[in-house]
């Protein structure tokens, strides 16, 4: 990737974890360990893990999944309560302080830029916050999901399908159409079913079908 390109991807995760920092700033407190999108996470447990993805270079990353034994779970949480506060306030001022981090294991900077986009909206959704990121940040993380399993299944999930954002330039696959925003595409193929109703077309029940099975989980 080239230098500019992953500029300007970082830009996006920095102007994507301010943009949810805006929207944490503004909850109480009981909303602080409201349900979330990402299983048994509360929203204080996910914005811990993006804390810790925020904080985790290289290194400490190898030394942490060969410590769990591969188990990416288990490496997970362990991050989590490593980066989790005494209370939501310290969780949050310590993500706060890790808005402009460019620290990251590998160089895959769409990646990184997904993680924010989609723990962002598996804490907005919920809650019922209105804020949806924008198709620019958006567009090249639908990319990269097409193309490749990485955190999630993605490329597993789109297999075989035509994806087609009814809202920006993201086309990707052949075969059965499933179309829609750019985000409900993305949420879809990372695994989160309360998306799935944004979308239409002929290739939507298999869609449905992979995520509802796990295989983007």
């Not at 999930?157 to 087609?164: D, K, R, T, Y």
């Not at 750019?182 to 992979?210: F, H």
Request: proline letters at 5%; charged letters at 30%; a negative charge.
């Amino acid at each position: 990737m080239r230098t500019d390109d992953r500029d300007r991807l970082w830009g996006l995760v920095h102007a994507e974890r301010a943009a949810l920092a805006d929207d944490l700033a503004r909850l109480e407190p009981e909303q602080w360990h409201h349900r979330t999108l990402c299983g048994r996470w509360d929203v204080e447990d996910v914005v811990a893990h993006l804390v810790a993805a925020a904080l985790t270079g290289r290194g400490r990353w190898i030394r942490s999944i060969v410590g769990a034994r591969f188990r990416t779970d288990v490496h997970n949480q362990r991050r989590l309560d490593e980066h989790k506060g005494r209370d939501p306030e310290e969780t949050f001022a310590r993500f706060r302080a890790a808005v402009d981090s460019t620290i990251a294991p590998t160089g895959h900077t769409a990646a990184y830029l997904g993680e924010v986009l989609v723990h962002a909206q598996d804490i907005r959704e919920p809650l019922g916050l209105p804020r949806r990121p924008s198709v620019e940040a958006l567009t090249p993380v639908a990319e990269f999901f097409a193309k490749q399993d990485f955190a999630v299944s993605s490329r597993k999930v789109a297999a075989g399908l035509e994806l087609v954002a009814s809202d920006g330039p993201f086309r990707a696959g052949a075969g059965p159409r499933a179309e829609g925003s750019t985000l409900a595409l993305v949420m879809s193929m990372a695994g989160r079913d309360a998306y799935l109703d944004e979308l239409e077309g002929p290739g939507l029940e298999d869609l449905r079908a992979r995520v509802s099975a796990g295989t983007g989980s």
